[in-house]
């Protein structure tokens, strides 16, 4: 069975600080990685996509992937309290077009 | 553009009920996927249509099914429902390749009394 693994939580950072989010996953057959956020009693919210391995930066975040280790990280600097949200890891394996989603970080950066 | 939507946003139903569930895609995107989310289980994929047709379908009963139209347009049903599939649905469209990006709606939050 396809697992998706998430650092366990909660997680709490100062303000200004930066938050590091950590995934595994169990398909090596994986090829995209995403990242949402998710505010209580919200939806999921697209934050970051990755496919190959190495680092991508966009704004405050940056998604890192290594294949070879199975694992993908999220990295927010100069955390905000609206920053704090549920982190969603989710991965995208193969030919299927499912999601499978971790079970969530729990972030709360405390001004 | 408009993003997804989904209707409607809160149902109350009591067990032994059917319900059904819309979602509207963002304009030119042919695949929709579903998806439960508990507090238990998190987020577990239900199944995914294209074209019309179903293409992925999960780990759930056969109470739990779909359709889409020509549109786009799907829905969810679930037949003799359980207190268990008290539960918010989320819907998420993408444009149905295999590295898309899903992006979701709103959600229906559906109570089984």
């Known amino acids: 069975q396809k697992e998706v693994e998430q650092n366990s939580g909660p997680l709490s950072v100062p303000e200004g600080a930066i938050a590091s989010l950590n995934c595994t996953y169990s398909?090596?057959?994986?090829?995209?990685f995403f990242w949402y956020r998710q505010y209580s009693g919200k939806s999921p919210e697209l934050i970051m996509f990755?496919?190959?391995?190495g680092d991508k930066e966009d704004g405050r975040f940056t998604a890192q992937l290594n294949k070879a280790s199975q694992y993908v990280s999220l990295l927010i600097r100069d955390s905000q309290p609206s920053d704090s949200a549920t982190y969603l890891c989710?991965?995208?394996?193969?030919?299927?077009?499912?999601?499978?989603f971790g079970s969530g970080t729990q972030l709360t950066v405390l001004p | 553009k408009a993003g997804v939507t989904q209707t409607p946003r809160y149902l109350i139903k009591t067990r032994g009920q059917q319900v059904t569930l819309s979602c509207s895609p963002i304009?030119?995107?042919?695949?929709v996927s579903w998806y439960q989310q508990t507090p238990g289980q998190g987020l577990q994929f239900l199944f995914e249509?294209?074209?019309?047709?179903?293409?992925n379908k999960g780990n759930f009963p056969g109470r739990f099914s779909g359709r889409q139209f020509s549109n786009s347009r799907s829905e969810m049903n679930v037949s003799t429902l359980e207190l268990g599939d008290s539960a918010l649905y989320l819907c998420?469209?993408?444009?149905?390749?295999?590295?898309?990006?899903?992006?979701f709606g709103p959600g229906t939050r559906l109570t089984v009394l």
């Open positions: 998420a469209s993408s444009l149905g390749g295999t590295r898309d990006t899903q992006y």
């Open positions: 398909d090596r057959g994986s090829q995209s």
């Open positions: 990755i496919y190959s391995n």
């Open positions: 989710a991965v995208n394996g193969g030919s299927a077009r499912q999601l499978t």
């Open positions: 304009s030119g995107h042919r695949s």
């Open positions: 249509y294209f074209s019309e047709t179903q293409r």
